[in-house]
Nanobody, 119 residues
């Protein structure tokens, strides 16, 4: 089993910054891609950012230039630095991790951390 524990959400004013973290623990044989999705009330879950083991990243168009994803492979942790936050960034942010357990890959999810941006 693999557990993902998120931290760092909260309430911030528009234009402010937050950093959320997600640490993976448990039976991790091979930790592959990691990243973040978000879901706002009444909306579908959407990909925010992803990062490979080698550090290649991808972002949703809505957050490019404002959010930065990074990871510390030694700590099995992924981070999302969010700058220039907007009210429309308000959502529950979920981290995910793709874990390789030969011959398959499995996707694990965190419990979510709430980010609220006030106008």
């Amino acid at each position: 089993q693999v557990q993902l524990v998120e931290s760092g959400g909260g309430l911030v004013q528009a234009g402010g910054s937050l950093r959320v973290s997600c640490a993976a623990s448990g039976s991790i044989v091979r930790l592959n891609d990691m990243g973040w999705y978000r879901q706002a009330p009444g909306k579908q879950r959407e990909l925010v950012a992803g990062i490979t083991t080698g550090g290649s990243t991808n972002y949703a168009d809505s957050v490019k230039g404002r959010f930065t994803i990074s990871r510390d492979n030694a700590k099995n942790t992924v981070y999302l630095q969010m700058n220039g936050l907007k009210p429309e960034d308000t959502a529950n942010y979920y981290c995910y991790a793709v874990v390789g357990i030969s011959p398959r890959e499995y996707v694990y999810w965190g419990q979510g951390t709430q980010v609220t941006v006030s106008s």
